[in-house]
Every structure is written in C-alpha cells, then in structure tokens.
C-alpha cells in the first residue's frame, strides 16, 4: 500500500479530495483540515440534494449530487481521475463498495470508512482499495494520518507516539529537528531510527535528518504533525 506524499499541485493546491458520502462527524473533520491546510481541495458527492447543498454553502465547496452506483455519474459528472484520493464514507455497504470499485478502476488512491473489519480486510485484500478505517469520533486524526503519510500510536494518559519517514517525506531530509518542531513544549523528540536500523538517542534540536530517517516523536496534538509535514 502506498501513502500519500503531500506535493504541491496546480495553483499551490496540496492534495486534491472527492469525499463520497456524508455524514455529521466527516463534516467536522473538514472544518479542521481545511483550517489546518488552506492548499486542500476537497469536493463532496453524495444522493440527498439538500444535505449536498446545505453543505456546500457552508462550507464553499464543489459538490455533485447522483447516483452513487451509476459509472457515469463518477467519469462525466465528476471526472473522478483528476482527484488524488478518494475517500468513500457511504455507510451502505453495496453503495461504498460500488464507489471503491469505480473508483479504483479510475487508478484514484481508495480509502474506505466502513464499520466492518471483515469487509475492510476482504476490499484490501482484493486491491479494491488501498486502506481502511474503522469509522468512530478519531475519523479525523485517523483519517489524517492515511492522508499526510505518518504513522502513531496513543498512549496511556494522552498523547501520541509518531513516526515520521524521510522515505514518505522527503521535503524533510536536511533539515535540522529545530528548523521543524522549534521548543514547543507539546513536542519532544524521542529518536531516530537510521536506514540501517541503528538508533540515534539524545538528539538535539541540531540534529540533520538524513534519507532513510525515521523520526520518532512524542507530541499531543496531531494536527501540529500535519501542520509541519504540509508547510
């Protein structure tokens, strides 16, 4: 499976979206990307008219409104292979599966949100799309994480542990920890794992990362990890 590397596109946009299907907690989720990344463009599609306009004026984004299953709704009305990713939230089964599939025909990078781990791993395996997630109240820091390219688990009492690959992220190689994460008090860098697989402790604000680092951070708030990694 791939991951995304944020570039910068046509008219400084970073990643260009289409999100299939909605519900309230994924419009929660726009409200802090598109604070956290103004070079986002998000487009949404879904079959309520009214949600998809309602929606749209709020937030001033280009929506589609259609049958989710129809081919040509997605390879005329949208121009489904010009987005870079597409993320299918469509909480009918037969309905996210038939989005992914057209989807992936297009060659478009697939991610589903779906309730089922089985059906998750069956699409994956299959190479209908390219990950999942688990829909719950951290769809957005899970989501973030499939999108900008890094990986992290929480710990006991808040927090996070990330790690961030120069093999993901190579904007990053050369640049000093300091130049990155400055002395917020959030932040704290833990190591550095080398392509070799020795380990780097103590490092300082200092060190230069080099191709082939893996950062490893503590921090307690993901949306900073964002913030860096599109700057």
């Given at each position: 499976?791939?991951?995304?590397?944020?570039?910068i596109l046509e008219n400084g946009i970073s990643m260009r979206i289409l999100v299939i299907g909605l519900s309230r907690e994924f419009l929660e989720y726009l409200r802090e990307f598109r604070?956290?990344?103004?070079?986002?463009?998000?487009?949404?599609?879904?079959?309520?008219?009214?949600?998809?306009?309602?929606?749209?004026?709020?937030?001033?984004?280009?929506?589609?409104?259609?049958?989710?299953?129809?081919?040509?709704?997605?390879?005329?009305?949208?121009?489904?292979?010009?987005?870079?990713?597409?993320?299918?939230?469509?909480?009918?089964?037969?309905?996210?599966?038939?989005?992914?599939?057209?989807?992936?025909?297009?060659?478009?990078?697939?991610?589903?949100?779906?309730?089922?781990?089985?059906?998750?791993?069956?699409?994956?395996?299959?190479?209908?799309?390219?990950?999942?997630?688990?829909?719950?109240?951290?769809?957005?820091?899970?989501?973030?994480?499939?999108?900008?390219?890094?990986?992290?688990?929480?710990?006991?009492?808040?927090?996070?542990?990330?790690?961030?690959?120069?093999?993901?992220?190579?904007?990053?190689?050369?640049?000093?920890?300091?130049?990155?994460?400055?002395?917020?008090?959030?932040?704290?860098?833990?190591?550095?794992?080398?392509?070799?697989?020795?380990?780097?402790?103590?490092?300082?604000?200092?060190?230069?990362?080099?191709?082939?680092?893996?950062?490893?951070?503590?921090?307690?708030?993901?949306?900073?990890?964002?913030?860096?990694?599109?700057?």
């Amino acid at each position: 499976m791939h991951k995304y590397k944020p570039q910068i596109l046509e008219n400084g946009i970073s990643m260009r979206i289409l999100v299939i299907g909605l519900s309230r907690e994924f419009l929660e989720y726009l409200r802090e990307f598109r604070h956290i990344d103004r070079n986002l463009e998000i487009h949404v599609a879904d079959e309520d008219r009214r949600h998809v306009e309602e929606i749209s004026r709020e937030f001033d984004i280009p929506s589609y409104v259609g049958n989710l299953t129809n081919y040509y709704f997605y390879s005329r009305d949208i121009d489904i292979s010009r987005f870079d990713v597409v993320v299918v939230n469509h909480r009918e089964v037969s309905k996210n599966i038939a989005a992914c599939l057209i989807a992936r025909y297009f060659g478009v990078r697939v991610v589903s949100i779906l309730d089922d781990h089985n059906i998750g791993e069956i699409l994956k395996k299959a190479g209908v799309i390219d990950t999942y997630i688990i829909g719950s109240k951290a769809i957005s820091e899970k989501l973030s994480s499939e999108l900008y390219g890094f990986d992290y688990i929480s710990i006991p009492g808040g927090g996070y542990i990330v790690n961030i690959d120069t093999a993901r992220h190579r904007n990053l190689i050369g640049k000093k920890i300091g130049e990155l994460f400055e002395e917020e008090a959030e932040f704290k860098p833990v190591l550095v794992v080398k392509d070799t697989g020795k380990l780097v402790l103590n490092i300082s604000i200092d060190y230069l990362l080099e191709a082939g680092d893996k950062l490893i951070v503590y921090t307690k708030k993901l949306s900073r990890i964002r913030e860096i990694l599109v700057s």
